[in-house]
């Protein structure tokens, strides 16, 4: 196992900070990842996957294991259904996309989501009305003191609105090493009401579409509005939508008639922050290298050197205006370090 002094992480998050991990090491397999953490439990470690959802704000001092175990399988399957898992480092676009292509449905709302499937569960990652709990099955997890290896199904998991176990009582305690999706071979039940895939599929002359299909009009939108982390620094959407009591809603309604809302369920709603940003003028602002897509509010965007601390201060001046201007709360998506 080859640990690395001093490591830049730059090319490690899709933010592009420059900030440096005290040791650095990449992680291939689960005996590898065993070994590592047996040999360093003395060591502040910090787990590190395809680092499209944090903000650095500083160096890390601590081991950071960079888990990079690639693989695809079917385990299992019958006429109706096929069990497909990934290894952790597996890209989830790439993942998505190899179940696309033989077939598989079930996913293919989330095509073009950056990261690996490692955090998926995680982070609940969703997207167009899917989210990953809908196809989810199990994961494999290694616990970092013991190096036991544990699967959560879907009940343990405790999936919330991007949340899991694995945010909260069980923060920082495992690692994903492989996740389970049950995804349909025939029959596919395509969402495409939400957000603008129906008018994508329009403009492309679809009626009937394929789960290809739907993958397609999902990149073309995402294309349209979210920068490419390689060509500009972005962490995708950096704010959770609010869900809100109803009666927060209404107040905010009653000097604001014209924001929208979703209704979760008998007492909550749903506001999309991407309004609540755009409707408050944030939208395409920079300040220095900092700022805020022109296409989309919710991505906060480095134009090329900026510091994490930089970003984080304009998203917290969101926060702030946000708060004041609708009394309502908006809370980063992305994990800030």
Not at 88 to 96: C, D, L, N, S, Y
Not at 244 to 256: C, L
């Amino acid at each position: 196992m080859n640990i690395v002094q001093q490591q830049s992480l730059k090319k490690y998050n899709t933010f592009g900070i420059e900030a440096f991990a005290t040791e650095f090491c990449e992680v291939n397999s689960v005996p590898d990842l065993a070994e590592v953490l047996q040999e360093n439990k003395h060591k502040k470690l910090f787990i590190l996957g395809g680092g499209s959802n944090m903000l650095l704000t500083q160096n890390i001092d601590a081991l950071v294991l960079h888990i990079n175990n690639k693989g695809i399988e079917v385990i299992d399957e019958n006429d109706d259904f096929v069990w497909v898992k990934g290894n952790a480092g597996e890209v989830w676009h790439e993942f998505v996309q190899f179940c696309i292509q033989k077939n598989y449905g079930g996913i293919e709302n989330l095509s073009l989501i950056p990261g690996n499937v490692g955090a998926t569960p995680i982070q609940n990652i969703g997207a167009y009305g899917v989210e990953i709990k809908d196809t989810f099955v199990s994961c494999e997890a290694m616990k970092i003191d013991t190096q036991e290896i544990t699967t959560f199904d879907k009940t343990a998991c405790k999936f919330g609105y991007r949340e899991s176990v694995f945010k909260a009582e069980l923060k920082n305690q495992y690692v994903i090493l492989s996740v389970v999706f049950k995804l349909t071979k025939n029959n596919h039940k395509l969402n495409t009401s939400y957000g603008a895939i129906d008018t994508e599929l329009e403009n492309m002359g679809i009626e009937n579409p394929t789960i290809q299909e739907v993958s397609k009009a999902v990149i073309a939108i995402r294309e349209s509005k979210l920068p490419n982390p390689k060509e500009l620094g972005n962490s995708g959407s950096f704010f959770k939508n609010p869900i809100v009591p109803i009666e927060v809603y209404e107040k905010a309604k009653a000097e604001y008639p014209e924001i929208p809302h979703y209704p979760v369920s008998e007492t909550h709603v749903k506001v999309p922050a991407g309004w609540l940003i755009e409707q408050a003028g944030f939208k395409g602002k920079r300040f220095g290298d900092a700022g805020i897509h022109t296409k989309q509010a919710l991505v906060l965007v480095n134009y090329g050197n900026a510091t994490g601390n930089e970003i984080w201060t304009v998203a917290q001046n969101i926060q702030k205006t946000i708060l004041e201007k609708y009394g309502i709360s908006i809370e980063a998506e992305v994990n800030v370090i």
